[in-house]
């Protein structure tokens, strides 16, 4: 018996000197990718990480796996290709805001909606870094950017909800800051069977810095932030004095023991509820409620890819050509000397 290899991050790291700016949150997410990687134990041979165009869309250059840099939002629809005509292989797409929702937002509602087998990490910086400084499609209404000099005057999208509106199966968010959450939820992204979607706020220093700063700083991050486990209370704040209730048809954030609500009347979040009401609910809290961070859904459905391979296998034993060779020989032919 051949003894267990365990890898390390470092072997997953190309020897590419990693170019992006000093102070980019894109640094602490590559770190935690690798991380991921190693806990996950997959050889990097049988990982493949895809890109768009983007500053995030570099990340393949520095992986020690196969990759490819593709074209601007055409990520998902190269992962998909790579992922069922490999099923074998570990496939992970790493986009922007932009290269994800804007150009590539088709390619993306549809990998979610076939539930390919593909780890997608999102990028949300709410801003175009690469092309310097324009808004994307998750910059907040009224934000004043080089291509909005007036402030913007459209909705941003919530990639939460654009995802549980593709029929997502599962989503987190994170933020850069925090490298211990973000390599757990990475690899739990990883062990899914099927499309995982997750958001990570990045800090772009140069075009928007400071952009999540209401949410990341330390000094209000407990307060304003909300880490939910499945099974666990939804509970947040700096002694967890504070938590989630259901008011009516509507979620509410309390404090407990005042206004009459017990620690009982607190949720339980349940990230496998096949309902996506709550997880919706859950990843549309901002405002004057927690904004929702770790695994908001994670629930088992037939993966496109798997689906396909055990459709070719059916075919392929019912019917004596199983291979191009075997049609090509088939029929009339003829031997020419």
Known sequence: MEPEVKFQPKDYKSDQYVRWCPGCGDHAVLNCVHK????????????????????????PYYMNSYGFHTIHGRGAAIAT???????ALNVWLMTGDGDCLAIGGNHFIHAVRRNVDINIVLFNNKIYGLTKGQYSPTTDRGFITKSSPYGTVEE??????????????????????????????LAASSRHKGTSVVEVLVNCVIFNDGIHKKITDKEFRSDRTIFLRHGEKMLFGKDNEKGIVLDG???????????????????????????????TMLGMMGGDMPVALGIIRDVEAPSYDEAVEQQIAEVQSKKPIRKLHDLLMSGEVWEVK
């Open 81 to 87: 290709g790579v992922k069922t005509a490999n099923p």
């Open 156 to 185: 941003p999208f919530i990639p939460a909800e654009l995802t549980f509106g593709a029929r997502g199966n599962f989503f987190a968010r994170l933020i850069d800051v925090d490298l211990k959450n973000t390599t757990e939820v």
């Open 249 to 279: 048809l509507k979620l509410k954030a309390v404090n407990i023991g005042q206004d009459g609500y017990t620690i009982e009347d607190v949720l339980t979040h349940d990230a496998h509820e096949p309902d996506v009401t709550m997880h």
């Open 36 to 59: 991921a990687m190693a806990e996950q134990g997959v050889e990097p041979k049988d990982i493949a990480v895809i890109s768009g165009i983007g500053c995030s869309s570099r990340l």
